[in-house]
């Protein structure tokens, strides 16, 4: 068993930059990917960035180069540094952890965490 809580949200200007965290339990928690999705108002969730237990990187295309994803085992904890936010990244954002598969997709994690909001003002 996972539990995941997620801290860093709130609210920021346009081109301002937030890091997210997502806390991790579990003495298992290095042998999981992780993955981050975010869901705004009135639309259905979409993944974000993921990181594997490898190391592997994945992103949205659209939000490459300005999302980075980044995880520190010793401290179960993985992180999402947000830069040039934009109004459109006005949403919640949810960890996620799970055994792999298709890691851009939601079926692929087991656990999910209660999410944390991030609004960005025009």
């Known amino acids: 068993q996972v539990q995941l809580v997620e801290s860093g949200g709130g609210l920021v200007q346009a081109g301002g930059s937030l890091r997210l965290s997502c806390a991790a339990s579990?003495?298992?928690?290095?042998?999981?990917?992780v993955g981050w999705f975010r869901q705004a108002p009135g639309k259905e969730r979409e993944f974000v960035a993921a990181?594997?237990?490898?190391?592997?990187?994945y992103y949205a295309e659209s939000l490459k180069g300005r999302f980075t994803i980044s995880r520190d085992n010793a401290k179960n904890t993985v992180y999402l540094q947000m830069n040039s936010l934009k109004p459109e990244d006005t949403a919640v954002y949810y960890c996620?952890?799970?055994?792999?598969?298709?890691?851009?997709?939601?079926?692929?994690?087991?656990?999910w965490g209660q999410g944390t909001q991030v609004t960005v003002s025009s």
């Open positions: 990181i594997n237990w490898d190391g592997g990187l």
């Open positions: 579990g003495r298992t928690f290095s042998r999981y990917a």
């Open positions: 996620a952890a799970g055994g792999g598969g298709l890691i851009r997709t939601g079926p692929a994690y087991d656990y």
